[in-house]
């Protein structure tokens, strides 16, 4: 079964910076998308950014210019840095892989990533 482990969330103030990584206990081949979602109390999880295989992404409206995702097919990984980090970020973060090969939608355990004013 693979694993999806996160890290680099924490408390950090309002301005600053955070880096995310996910990484699969295994390799999983045949990776299609690769995501980072969020999901604020009180509120329904929200795509934050999405990378293609072929390297495209998209992100939500309120990260646009702030948030970068990058991939690590090699290493079936996925990072999400965090720039000027805003108190309305603060969420738990997941990341999600899918793969084409194996049909299947890995999800991560979710990371709290808390910012301060």
């Known amino acids: 079964q693979v694993q999806l482990v996160e890290s680099g969330g924490g408390l950090v103030q309002a301005g600053g910076s955070l880096r995310l990584s996910c990484a699969a206990s295994r390799t999983i081949f045949g990776i299609n998308n690769m995501g980072w979602f969020r999901q604020a109390p009180g509120k329904q999880r929200e795509l934050v950014a999405r990378i293609s295989r072929g390297g495209s992404t998209n992100y939500a409206d309120s990260v646009k210019g702030r948030f970068a995702i990058s991939r690590d097919d090699a290493k079936s990984s996925v990072y999400l840095q965090m720039n000027s980090l805003k108190v309305e970020d603060t969420a738990v973060y997941y990341c999600?892989?899918?793969?084409?090969?194996?049909?299947?939608?890995?999800w991560g355990q979710g990371t709290q990533v808390t910012v301060s004013a």
């Open positions: 999600n892989i899918d793969s084409l090969l194996s049909r299947q939608n890995f």
